[in-house]
């Protein structure tokens, strides 16, 4: 069974950079998949963040990519994402999740979400 | 704001039917396959339907999806007070280059 699990500060300060590692058991990261990076504010609906391949191929979304950096350590089978000068606004629930085999794009497997909150 | 736009909230009375509907654009839902996710209260989402109708092994038949044009609708038949829950639709949009979640649908069992 493929887990995901997020790990990473729950609090941040204005400005600074968010760092989140997701830590992937029961798969192989080298064995493929696009890996993927999705936030929740408080109340509202889910926002991709962006994507990585295996291979280190990745896709942002465009409305954050001046931000952000995911990146995947295949030997400790592990991806991480990193959003610099963040605002109030990045205040979410960040879940990491794999992109499923199929013939579009839909993710199967998550985690069960970190916390983040941006206050000084 | 997102590109794929669905009703707010839906409601039935238990063992009645649902449907939510998905609404894009030919740079999304009309060009790219459809997923569905139940998110139900305080947990992560979770993969309903895939590829537009596929559902993942574990997942009952009362959930079904297809697509039509720039539109596509997620049915619960059936349905339980294990149900209430939150549902977003997603998909490629290959204009913005970017997977697009939907606005979200809370239904909420009678």
């Known amino acids: 069974q493929v887990q995901l699990q997020e790990s990473g500060p729950g609090l941040v300060k204005p400005s600074e950079t968010l760092s989140l590692t997701c830590a992937v058991s029961?798969?192989?990261?080298?064995?493929?998949?696009?890996w993927g990076w999705i936030r929740q504010p408080p109340g509202k609906g889910l926002e991709w963040i962006g994507s990585?391949?295996?291979?280190?191929?990745?896709d942002y979304n465009p409305s954050l990519k001046s931000r952000v950096t995911v990146s995947v350590d295949t030997s400790k089978n592990q991806f991480s994402l990193r959003l610099t000068s963040v605002t109030a606004a990045d205040t979410a629930v960040y879940y990491c999740?794999?992109?499923?085999?199929?013939?579009?794009?839909?993710?199967?497997?998550w985690g069960q979400g970190t916390p983040v909150t941006v206050s000084s | 704001q997102s590109v794929l736009t669905q009703p707010p909230s839906v409601s039935a009375a238990p063992g009645q039917k649902v449907t939510i509907s998905c609404s894009g654009s030919?740079?999304?839902?009309?060009?790219?396959?459809v997923s569905w996710y139940q998110q139900l209260p305080g947990t992560a989402p979770k993969l309903l339907i895939y590829?537009?109708?596929k559902r993942p092994s574990g997942i009952p038949d009362r959930f079904s999806g297809s697509k039509s044009g720039t539109s596509a609708t997620l049915g619960i038949t059936g349905l339980q007070t294990g149900d209430e829950a939150d549902y977003y639709c997603g998909t490629w949009d290959s204009s913005l280059s970017a997977y697009v979640f939907g606005t979200g649908t809370r239904v909420t069992v009678l």
């Open positions: 029961g798969y192989s990261i080298s064995s493929g998949s696009y």
């Open positions: 999740a794999r992109t499923g085999h199929g013939s579009g794009r839909f993710f199967d497997y």
């Open positions: 990585i391949f295996h291979s280190g191929n990745t």
């Open positions: 590829d537009n109708n």
């Open positions: 030919s740079s999304n839902i009309g060009n790219n396959y």
